[in-house]
């Protein structure tokens, strides 16, 4: 098996059951530590679908999410491993889709516009699923977990610039 697509699982698989843990732990009414460490998954998703191609991509996100789920069934709750995968599944495919679409577009648009649409996504599904008719506030942890997804997505552009950049370096013909 390819060390970079071992490499890409378990990053995927490391950040949604960290996001898993900490989501359960709230920092105020209206956002749980979760919120802080998922976006990065979407991170890894759109570089994996920039380098690699959409195939790998969802290569990535298919074993990523079996592995996660798995993990957080042992270490978050099976409520938060189930709406975690059905939610990240979904959103984590039409995050590859969207990017695929927009891929020939000026660099930021992609990631961009295909998280923010994944964010959105899986936002609803999963505190919709891990939290409603439990008395917890899910409705507002929802709202400032999509305000700070998307701030996130503004903010990973960055490394995302910085790795676009590399990749683009690494393709020119080497001059003599």
Same mark, same amino acid.
């Given at each position: 098996?390819? @060390?970079?697509?071992?490499? $890409?699982?378990? *990053?995927? %698989?490391? !950040?949604?059951?960290?996001?898993?843990?900490? #989501?359960?732990?709230?920092?105020?009414?209206?956002?749980? +530590?979760?919120?802080?460490?998922?976006?990065?998954? =979407?991170?890894?998703?759109?570089?994996?679908?920039? =380098?690699?191609?959409? *195939?790998?991509?969802?290569?990535?996100? !298919? #074993?990523?999410?079996?592995?996660?789920?798995?993990?957080?069934?042992?270490?978050?709750?099976?409520?938060?491993?189930?709406?975690?995968? %059905?939610?990240?599944? !979904?959103?984590?495919?039409?995050?590859?889709?969207?990017?695929?679409?927009?891929?020939? @577009?000026?660099?930021?648009?992609?990631? $961009?516009?295909?998280?923010?649409?994944?964010?959105?996504?899986? %936002?609803?599904?999963?505190?919709?699923?891990?939290?409603?008719?439990?008395?917890?506030? +899910?409705?507002?942890?929802? !709202?400032?977990?999509?305000?700070?997804?998307? *701030?996130?997505?503004?903010?990973? $552009?960055?490394?995302?610039?910085?790795?676009?950049?590399?990749?683009?370096?690494?393709?020119?013909?080497? %001059?003599?």
């Amino acid at each position: 098996m390819d @060390k970079l697509f071992i490499g $890409l699982v378990v *990053a995927m %698989t490391v !950040i949604v059951t960290a996001s898993n843990i900490l #989501v359960q732990y709230a920092i105020n009414d209206w956002l749980t +530590w979760g919120a802080l460490s998922y976006p990065i998954a =979407f991170l890894v998703t759109d570089l994996t679908n920039r =380098f690699q191609g959409p *195939a790998m991509a969802r290569r990535v996100v !298919i #074993v990523g999410f079996m592995m996660a789920v798995l993990m957080s069934f042992w270490l978050a709750t099976p409520r938060i491993a189930l709406a975690s995968g %059905t939610a990240f599944l !979904i959103a984590q495919m039409l995050d590859v889709q969207v990017f695929n679409r927009l891929r020939d @577009k000026t660099w930021w648009l992609p990631p $961009l516009v295909s998280s923010s649409l994944g964010s959105a996504l899986d %936002t609803v599904l999963f505190f919709s699923i891990a939290f409603a008719a439990t008395g917890l506030p +899910w409705v507002t942890w929802a !709202i400032g977990d999509f305000g700070v997804k998307m *701030a996130l997505a503004l903010i990973l $552009l960055i490394p995302f610039r910085v790795a676009f950049g590399w990749w683009r370096a690494s393709q020119r013909p080497a %001059t003599v």
